[in-house]
């Protein structure tokens, strides 16, 4: 992961202008819509719960609600996704579990993420159920099958291998190397 994060510091060293050059390239339009990112991610053929996982990774980036992220958006969600502080990406982290936006995660909203990053990242090894049940065992406090962001965040921060594996499974460098690369994911 080293090599793969010293790439992209190297990116993100490049002056503003050669970013913004890479970025009108591969967006004339200077907005990417949810139709061009999965494009650039080759989503055809991805399972629905794959195609819910970006869809849900583009709302949150898209701040201001508009249906496009602009050059702003973007290296606002790059620098998060790279430089960002441990509660930022958590706090991030949890707007993305929580599909219905009601301040809580259900396992149901985990489990369906997960299963999404797998499937996108084509990597089968814990099944996504036993990863909900490990972190809710842990990290539900009063045992209710749902968590606030107060828990999310403590529970993840107090249990070194539940935020090792949340890192781990919630990383997007591949995908932001695609985007700033230009280049599809090989698949």
């Known amino acids: ?13 490049e002056d503003m202008h050669h970013w913004y050059t890479k970025f009108m390239k591969e967006s ?16 055809n053929g ?10 849900q990774v583009f709302l949150t980036f898209d701040m201001d609600g508009d249906g496009y992220i602009d050059f702003v958006e973007y290296i606002a969600a790059i620098s998060l996704l790279l430089k960002g502080e441990v509660n930022q990406k958590l706090k991030w982290y949890f707007k ?4 219905d936006g009601n301040g809580k995660i259900d396992k149901e909203e985990m489990e369906t993420i997960f299963k999404a990053i797998q499937d996108i990242s084509r990597s089968y090894e814990i099944p ?12 539900d406090v ?12 403590s ?7 539940i935020m090792d594996m949340l890192t781990k499974m919630m990383d ?9 690369k230009g280049q599809k994911p090989k698949l």
Do not use: C
């Open 1 to 13: 992961m080293g090599a793969h994060n010293s790439n992209l510091d190297d990116l993100l060293e």
């Open 128 to 139: 996504p159920e036993e990863i909900v049940t490990l972190i809710y065992d842990k990290i």
């Open 155 to 161: 529970g993840a921060r107090d249990h070194p291998d």
């Open 172 to 180: 997007l460098t591949h995908v932001l190397e695609i985007i700033l």
């Open 28 to 43: 004339p339009s200077g907005l990417i819509t949810l139709f061009e990112l999965k494009a650039m991610l080759e989503m």
């Open 142 to 153: 009063h045992g209710e099958g749902e968590l606030t962001l107060e828990e999310f965040i």
């Open 96 to 99: 993305l579990f929580d599909q």
């Open 46 to 55: 991805m399972t629905e719960e794959a195609s819910s996982y970006v869809d």
